[in-house]
């Protein structure tokens, strides 16, 4: 493999951008290990749409932790392979800038450094970005009912938060891509213009 050859991708977005999609799909088409986020296995995240006042933090804590143990262990066991994941480590200390409050959050970034030096930074962080009307229609698609209570105020209150990080990435190459018409889930030519443009990141 040559030297700098990527060898950790990270896909992410707002909600309902297709990160897991793509993840996914590009592992597939690039044989590597793939990382996919186990948010299905938080109990306290369909609470938090109910009452994100009251379990703002307990989630944001869980999904810390749950994110540091996963990407921990791939690490250590991956050997020389590429891996591909559908969220960046540092989602975490973006979506608790949304919802905690500033005393939570200064306790919750006290904890979040301590952790986040011991994870790889990737070498590229490709971002899928799409406007609040179409990710409120992938949320709607998917139909998890606890994403229901989902309001534009807060996807772009996240948007903002991604933004504010993308601009000050310095340890990955960031690739954004506007894939507000692009359907690279049914429409082949669209995911090969994407893998296209990420493997030309990545060399």
């Given amino acids: 493999m040559a030297e700098n050859q990527i060898t950790y991708i990270v896909i992410e977005g707002n909600i ?7 993840a996914t799909r590009l592992a597939e088409h690039m044989g590597a290990a793939l990382v996919l986020e186990e948010f299905a296995e938080n109990a306290f995240l369909p609470q938090f749409y109910t009452n994100p006042e009251k379990y703002g933090f307990p989630l944001e804590l869980s999904f810390m932790a749950a994110r540091y143990h996963q990407l921990r262990k791939t690490f250590e066991e991956k050997g020389s392979g590429v891996v591909v994941s559908d969220y960046h480590f540092h989602k975490s200390k973006l979506f608790a800038s949304v919802n905690l409050d500033p005393a939570e959050l200064e306790l919750y970034q006290s904890f979040f450094h301590i952790v986040s030096a011991q994870i790889p930074e990737p070498q590229l962080l490709v971002y899928l970005d799409k406007d609040i009307q179409t990710l409120q229609k992938n949320i709607r698609k998917r139909g998890r009912p606890f994403e229901t ?26 690739l954004k891509l506007d894939t507000n018409n692009s359907d690279f889930i049914a429409n082949e030519n669209d995911f090969k213009t994407i893998v296209n443009a990420i493997l030309s990141h990545s060399y």
Avoid at 16 to 22: E, R, V
Avoid at 150 to 171: C, M, P, S, V, W
Wanted: a positive charge; zero cysteines.
């Fill in 16 to 22: 309902g951008a297709g990160k897991t999609t793509l």
């Fill in 149 to 174: 209570a989902i309001t534009d105020d807060y996807l772009n209150k996240i948007t903002g938060e991604y933004q504010r990080f993308l601009e000050t990435q310095k340890k990955s190459r960031v």
